[in-house]
């Protein structure tokens, strides 16, 4: 899902950014995660990034089960030593 959802261009195979611009989210606390994502979704941003982010039409219509299902992915990966 992580994958499909384009999450992987920006934030890595693994959840480590692939640009200093796009934040690590491997090991990030689940809920701070989805809490981001449903900012960037809903557009409380106002970031240039995000807002490009947010008219890709596979990243505006990730749901809450899609969401939940990436976030717990995410803390699951440990980040490189």
Do not use: W
């Not at 195979?13 to 960037?40: C, F, H, R, T, W």
């Not at 409380?44 to 990243?59: A, F, G, Y």
């Amino acid at each position: 899902l992580y994958s499909y959802k384009f999450c992987i261009t920006c934030h890595g195979q693994q959840g480590i950014s692939v640009a200093p611009n796009y934040p690590n989210l491997a090991n990030q606390n689940e809920s701070y995660l989805v809490n981001q994502m449903k900012d960037i979704i809903e557009k409380r941003r106002s970031n240039k990034l995000t807002i490009l982010m947010t008219e890709h039409p596979v990243v505006s219509g990730i749901n809450d089960e899609e969401m939940s299902a990436i976030a717990a992915h995410m803390t699951k990966i440990k980040k490189a030593p």
